[in-house]
């Protein structure tokens, strides 16, 4: 079975990176959805020293990635990067299930979740 959310090497390098700056390196990283934004669901990504039965747990490039349980089919076949430009670089957010995103660019919705929908 393949993993419900990608983790590109990039994403992994920075990641890795931002776990050694904060002192988190025995830290999981958390990816996940919550409601909110003015599409109705927002992204969520940090560090966690515990994890739940209930989280989908594996492994990409030496990071341990948990997913709840509500947002493993939310996510399910997302890829997680991160892109360097001249202006700066950051994380971005590949998920085939979202049908559509806000003008900002930080919330979405799927066909079956509408989440709960809030001013940008």
Known sequence: MSNPVTIT??????IKDMMKEHE????????GVKGGGCSG????MGFEHEKSES??????????VLVDKESL???NGTVI???????????TIDNPNAIASCGCGSSFRTATNAGKPEEC
């Open 73 to 75: 089919d939310i996510m």
């Open 24 to 31: 988190e390196e025995n830290a999981f990283l958390r990816v």
């Open 81 to 91: 990067d991160y892109k360097q430009s001249m202006l700066g670089g950051g994380f």
């Open 9 to 14: 090497e990039a994403a992994a390098l920075h």
């Open 55 to 64: 989280d989908s747990v594996f492994d990409q490039h030496g990071i341990t």
């Open 41 to 44: 669901l927002s992204y969520g």
